[in-house]
């Protein structure tokens, strides 16, 4: 038998009876470090053992000093039978060697003993006068970087060894909680002349000095602190809910769409303009959009938005498998491949023309057309090079010449169709977003004409007692001073 015992949080008096019965009883016992105020009361009682501290040198990560503890404490049975394996605290709290060792000793078939302890958690709530009752959330700190704290309870992070390791709970915290933050900093909890329990603030987490191995943290419940996106849930079913706002009450997935597609544009601005507080504004603005719509499926009864974030997440591991599965790719134009061919198996799309007509109808017309033109592509139908696709252009040019002479509309604007067509062809070909073309052409057209109508005003006329001559003119100058600038 494995006998797993704990040495409680540091204080010798918080050794049960039961540890102590074994300690003192068994010849072989193995501690995974010696590093703990208990260890004084042991050396005084003339008990003798031997550590794995040698295995932390031996070792580049904690991770492979408890894989090599739990592999060896086996080995060690079955040479010499029983023994003990004491760790810190209680050995089903914060303790991985424990974990891989009771794994390793069901598939050997070896019976394992938990002796109950004293965790260094009794030992924090007991400092803290703390009822776990209300809520209380445990956070290993080197998970931390896979943990999400809640605000909505109180939290313990323990295992905070040194400065390093403080400052990356601090970098995580800080995500969840604001800066100003009061927490908790507690070192040796329950041991009587060594304990330190004082409030610091949240950034100045890894200032503190005696920060070791004994160092835990409380984080009180903070329900004002910074929001948080089920929070953000919440406001919006409150709006939605009787008694909340009449506006948003009278809103439906139809009367949102208008509001999606100008959110989405206004994203695209503050990237265009690289204003970052603006991006944050806007993707805000963008988020409303979707939970809104979560908010009215969750009242129809059809969906909500833990459908939704479940609904994509599935879709991003689906058509990531290099990076979720085993396959291999050489690069980003494989993923793209890959990715296109699990987008059609996944919507069923058997033929090409099922693909140009999956191609949203509701996309500006631009967009949509060279998402069309790129699918053709694909399978070879187009043109061989960016000389025919502008010939092309001046073709369809005359051919609306044509019909604009027959003052015939629905002719006219087939053919204005093939000459716009016609140019995003040959955009692609260039290698040219047409929307950003498009929209560079009408951010220079209106810059120009702000200077002619400065130059109206300079002279104390509007644009209406100007003739088009005069426009004209100041036109030209405006382009003058752009090739000037340039």
Same mark, same amino acid.
Request: aromatic share 10%; hydrophobic share 40%; proline share 3%.
């Given at each position: 038998?494995?006998?797993?015992?704990?040495?409680?949080?540091?204080?010798?008096?918080?050794?049960? $009876?039961?540890?102590?019965?074994?300690?003192?009883?068994?010849?072989?016992?193995?501690?995974?470090?010696?590093?703990?105020?208990?260890?004084?009361? #042991?050396?005084? @009682?003339?008990?003798?053992?031997?550590? =794995?501290?040698?295995?932390?040198?031996?070792?580049?990560?904690?991770?492979?000093?408890?894989?090599?503890?739990?592999?060896?404490?086996?080995?060690?049975?079955?040479?010499?039978?029983?023994?003990?394996?004491?760790?810190?605290?209680?050995?089903?709290?914060?303790?991985?060697?424990?974990?891989?060792?009771?794994?390793?000793?069901?598939?050997?078939?070896?019976?394992?003993?938990?002796?109950?302890?004293?965790?260094?958690?009794?030992?924090?709530?007991?400092?803290?006068?703390?009822?776990?009752?209300?809520? $209380?959330?445990?956070?290993?700190?080197?998970?931390?970087?896979?943990?999400?704290?809640?605000?909505?309870?109180?939290?313990?992070?323990?295992?905070?060894?040194?400065?390093?390791?403080?400052?990356?709970?601090?970098?995580?915290?800080?995500?969840?909680?604001?800066? @100003?933050?009061?927490?908790?900093?507690?070192?040796?909890?329950? &041991?009587?002349?060594?304990?330190?329990?004082?409030?610091?603030?949240?950034? @100045?987490? %890894? +200032?503190?000095?005696?920060?070791?191995?004994?160092?835990?943290?409380? #984080?009180?419940?903070?329900?004002?602190?910074?929001?948080?996106?089920?929070?953000?849930?919440?406001? &919006?079913?409150?709006?939605?809910?009787?008694?909340?706002?009449?506006?948003?009450?009278?809103?439906?997935?139809?009367?949102?769409?208008?509001?999606?597609?100008?959110?989405?544009?206004?994203?695209?601005?503050?990237?265009?303009?690289? %204003?970052?507080?603006?991006?944050?504004?806007?993707?805000?603005?963008?988020?409303?959009?979707?939970?809104?719509?979560?908010?009215?499926?969750?009242?129809?009864?059809?969906?909500?938005?833990?459908?939704?974030?479940?609904?994509?997440?599935?879709?991003?591991?689906?058509?990531?498998?290099?990076?979720?599965?085993?396959?291999?790719?050489?690069?980003?134009?494989?993923?793209?491949?890959? +990715?296109?061919?699990?987008?059609?198996?996944?919507?069923?799309?058997?033929?090409?023309?099922?693909?140009?007509?999956?191609?949203?109808?509701? $996309?500006?017309?631009?967009?949509?057309? @060279?998402?069309?033109?790129?699918?053709?592509?694909?399978?070879?139908?187009?043109?061989?090079?960016?000389?025919?696709?502008?010939?092309?252009?001046?073709?369809?040019?005359?051919?609306?010449? %044509?019909? =604009?002479?027959?003052?015939?509309?629905?002719? #006219?604007?087939?053919?204005?169709?093939?000459?716009?067509?016609?140019?995003?062809?040959?955009?692609?070909?260039?290698?040219?977003?047409?929307?950003?073309?498009?929209?560079?052409?009408?951010?220079?057209?209106?810059?120009?004409?702000?200077?002619?109508?400065?130059?109206?005003?300079?002279?104390?006329?509007? $644009?209406?007692?100007?003739?088009?001559? %005069?426009?004209?003119?100041?036109?030209?100058?405006?382009?003058?001073?752009?090739?000037?600038?340039?």
């Amino acid at each position: 038998m494995i006998n797993i015992i704990g040495l409680g949080p540091g204080a010798a008096d918080a050794l049960t $009876l039961g540890s102590l019965r074994l300690l003192k009883n068994s010849d072989d016992i193995m501690l995974r470090t010696a590093k703990h105020p208990t260890i004084d009361f #042991i050396n005084d @009682e003339g008990i003798n053992y031997l550590t =794995y501290d040698y295995a932390y040198d031996k070792f580049k990560s904690f991770d492979e000093v408890y894989d090599f503890i739990a592999k060896d404490l086996v080995e060690k049975h079955k040479e010499k039978g029983d023994l003990v394996y004491a760790v810190p605290g209680h050995p089903l709290v914060a303790e991985k060697s424990v974990e891989l060792l009771i794994h390793l000793a069901e598939e050997e078939n070896i019976e394992v003993n938990i002796v109950p302890a004293v965790s260094f958690i009794d030992a924090v709530l007991e400092s803290l006068k703390l009822d776990p009752v209300k809520g $209380l959330k445990l956070i290993d700190a080197f998970d931390m970087a896979n943990q999400i704290p809640d605000k909505r309870v109180g939290t313990v992070i323990t295992q905070v060894y040194n400065k390093f390791i403080a400052s990356e709970v601090k970098i995580k915290l800080l995500d969840f909680y604001e800066d @100003e933050t009061e927490i908790f900093f507690v070192r040796a909890a329950g &041991i009587k002349g060594e304990e330190s329990i004082r409030k610091i603030k949240l950034y @100045e987490l %890894d +200032w503190q000095e005696d920060i070791d191995y004994l160092t835990s943290l409380y #984080i009180p419940e903070a329900p004002d602190n910074k929001k948080d996106f089920y929070e953000f849930v919440d406001i &919006i079913d409150t709006l939605r809910a009787p008694g909340g706002c009449p506006w948003d009450r009278e809103q439906s997935h139809d009367s949102l769409k208008k509001a999606l597609i100008e959110e989405s544009y206004e994203v695209i601005e503050a990237i265009e303009e690289m %204003d970052d507080n603006k991006l944050v504004e806007e993707l805000g603005d963008l988020l409303l959009q979707v939970v809104f719509h979560a908010s009215i499926g969750k009242e129809e009864g059809y969906f909500n938005i833990n459908d939704v974030v479940e609904g994509i997440s599935k879709k991003m591991i689906y058509r990531h498998p290099h990076v979720f599965g085993d396959t291999q790719v050489s690069g980003s134009k494989e993923v793209l491949k890959n +990715w296109d061919e699990l987008k059609r198996k996944e919507q069923g799309l058997k033929t090409t023309t099922d693909e140009l007509n999956h191609v949203a109808k509701s $996309l500006p017309a631009l967009i949509r057309a @060279e998402k069309v033109q790129k699918k053709a592509s694909k399978v070879g139908f187009d043109w061989d090079k960016a000389e025919d696709a502008l010939n092309k252009i001046f073709e369809e040019a005359e051919e609306l010449k %044509d019909v =604009y002479k027959l003052q015939n509309k629905a002719k #006219i604007l087939d053919e204005m169709g093939d000459l716009l067509f016609a140019a995003v062809n040959t955009c692609r070909f260039l290698n040219i977003d047409p929307e950003e073309a498009l929209n560079s052409t009408t951010n220079k057209f209106i810059k120009r004409f702000s200077y002619v109508e400065k130059c109206a005003m300079s002279m104390g006329k509007t $644009l209406n007692d100007m003739s088009l001559k %005069d426009m004209d003119f100041y036109w030209d100058e405006a382009k003058k001073y752009e090739k000037n600038e340039k």
